[in-house]
């Protein structure tokens, strides 16, 4: 009896869809369909995950009605810079991202990535995650298969073999090829390295997005480098999380927007994205030369057991914080150290206090590597400048990224960007401050991002395009994270729909698991199969 009752709801189920014309029908709203263009008012309907028809007083019958009377109707946000590549796994939820208007995350940035593309793709798809994945291959993650943590050029067999593996992630589904160039190893890899590999990505379709090899007093040379490494391969470039770090470069944003729209005058395809941040989120061992991290961590440990190495390391640190402007390490606040959680939140300077030393940076350098050795930590640095975040916004070819992950709530102290970006832009720098037009960042978060990655089904409201749609007051919406109490949801995004399923109604996540893989053109599917 039980069998049947089932199956008698499935059969009214789909009997009741087939006699509806549309699954969702989105009334009464102002339409931002992500173009740029000015809103307008229209009905949008939604049948079998696809936008079916829009258009005014839209006479159709549909499962659902939604009434979207004083509320804002827009595609999905797509967020163009994250590392969620366990974290999609063991969360297929992704509340962060789904109460902040993102429909769409592409992952594999900074050159980390997972190391087969195609059984990342698998496990993401078993898992039925909240939002639609995409992924770039990661430098850093080719590299290290192939020449571990070595700080040398590769062998013309080694190239090669890098270059097959960058193939082979195209072929399988990968956007492009990701650069970590301050990370290691990647920041052992010459610039003619990565042009073979970015030349690999451009025969198949894919772009190149870059975290440059410095953004603080290296930033022209870092962003000539990656035009460079364009013009090589002839592929589009896009230069993540683009921003000003350290004092003494404060206001040179102008400068570096500058070489931006030299190289597009020149008819070289490039873009950038950041978040509406003043601080940035990495690792400690940025603090510590590049050098020291030749070989591996056991090699490093053995620097730093070393009296005259460790002396040196040292004195490369505080050169680097002089250099940036800097007296101290108070701008860099731990955000998750595991063996000691009472870290998190807590600045460097205040660590050093803890720990019983006198508070000057030659003290605080010991503090980062005894922590560096005990396994390092997860950080926060309060290096930027507010001016340059806004200058660097209102630059027409800028997008958006978290620069996150999938946070567990209450665990540590993540930057709140993981949890607030869109809202963030949308409050503060749209509603309160007018640094740009609601308009224009919509496009922005849609339409741009999907042009430059290649999504060619998302980022419009029109007709035949994926349902990816965000409905949200504008009057309402914020970002309610802050770097004191970071495990906060974004307000103000009434309705959430990935692939036309409902998966954020009256600001609630419905628990919808409706979405999936979005694999780059250059994708051969095996021979047999339905993957």
Avoid at 84 to 93: A, K, Q, S
Avoid at 143 to 166: F, W
Avoid at 278 to 303: E, I, K, M, Q, Y
Wanted: charged share 20%; aromatic share 8%; hydrophobic share 35%.
């Amino acid at each position: 009896m039980k069998t049947f009752s089932l199956f008698l709801a499935l059969f009214l189920s789909i009997y009741s869809s087939a006699q509806t014309d549309a699954d969702i029908l989105i009334k009464n709203g102002r339409v931002i369909d992500g173009t740029g263009n000015s809103w307008y008012y229209a009905d949008v309907a939604v049948k079998n995950g696809k936008i079916i028809k829009m258009g005014k007083n839209l006479s159709l019958t549909s499962n659902k009605t939604i009434d979207a009377k004083g509320l804002v109707v827009a595609p999905g946000f797509i967020d163009v810079h994250g590392h969620i590549e366990g974290g999609i796994i063991t969360t297929p939820e992704a509340a962060n991202y789904i109460y902040d208007g993102v429909t769409t995350v592409i992952t594999g940035n900074c050159g980390g990535s997972a190391a087969d593309i195609k059984r990342f793709y698998y496990r993401v798809d078993s898992v039925h995650s909240s939002i639609n994945v995409s992924t770039l291959i990661g430098h850093n993650t080719i590299r290290e298969q192939v020449m571990n943590e070595d700080d040398r050029k590769p062998t013309p067999a080694e190239q090669a073999q890098m270059e097959a593996l960058v193939t082979q992630a195209m072929k399988d589904g990968a956007l492009g090829l990701s650069t970590g160039l301050i990370y290691i190893p990647g920041t052992f890899a010459e610039t003619e390295e990565v042009v073979g590999l970015a030349k690999a990505a451009a025969q198949h379709n894919g772009i190149y997005a870059s975290h440059i090899r410095n953004e603080e007093n290296e930033v022209v040379p870092a962003i000539e480098e990656a035009l460079h490494i364009g013009r090589s391969a002839n592929i589009p470039v896009q230069i993540s999380h683009f921003k000003i770090g350290g004092k003494v470069n404060w206001g040179n944003s102008s400068t570096t927007i500058g070489m931006i729209e030299k190289a597009r005058s020149e008819g070289w395809d490039v873009t950038i994205d950041q978040y509406p941040y003043t601080a940035s989120s990495t690792n400690l061992g940025v603090r510590l030369p590049d050098w020291a991290f030749a070989a591996g961590n056991d090699s490093l440990r053995a620097r730093l057991h070393n009296p005259s190495i460790r002396k040196q390391i040292k004195k490369d640190m505080l050169k680097q914080l002089d250099r940036y402007g800097f007296k101290n390490y108070s701008y860099a606040v731990v955000a998750s150290y595991q063996p000691d959680s009472t870290f998190n939140g807590k600045n460097i300077s205040e660590i050093n206090k803890l720990m019983g030393r006198k508070s000057k940076a030659h003290f605080e350098a010991e503090t980062i590597m005894d922590m560096i050795e005990k396994g390092g930590a997860q950080m926060v640095y309060h290096s930027m400048n507010e001016k340059d975040v806004k200058y660097i916004m209102q630059y027409p070819f800028s997008m958006f990224g978290a620069d996150a992950g999938v946070p567990q709530p209450g665990k540590g102290m993540p930057h709140p960007r993981g949890y607030g970006t869109n809202a963030r832009v949308l409050g503060k720098y749209v509603r309160d401050e007018k640094v740009i037009g609601l308009e224009e960042a919509i496009r922005r978060m849609s339409s741009l991002a999907a042009q430059k990655f290649g999504l060619t089904d998302r980022g419009l409201l029109k007709e035949g395009m994926a349902a990816d749609i965000v409905i949200f007051d504008e009057k309402t919406v914020t970002d309610l994270a802050t770097f004191d109490k970071p495990h906060a949801y974004s307000r103000g995004f009434k309705y959430v729909l990935v692939n036309g399923i409902i998966t954020v109604e009256d600001e609630k996540h419905t628990g919808a698991r409706g979405g999936t893989v979005l694999r780059g053109s250059a994708w051969v599917q095996p021979a047999n199969t339905t993957e």
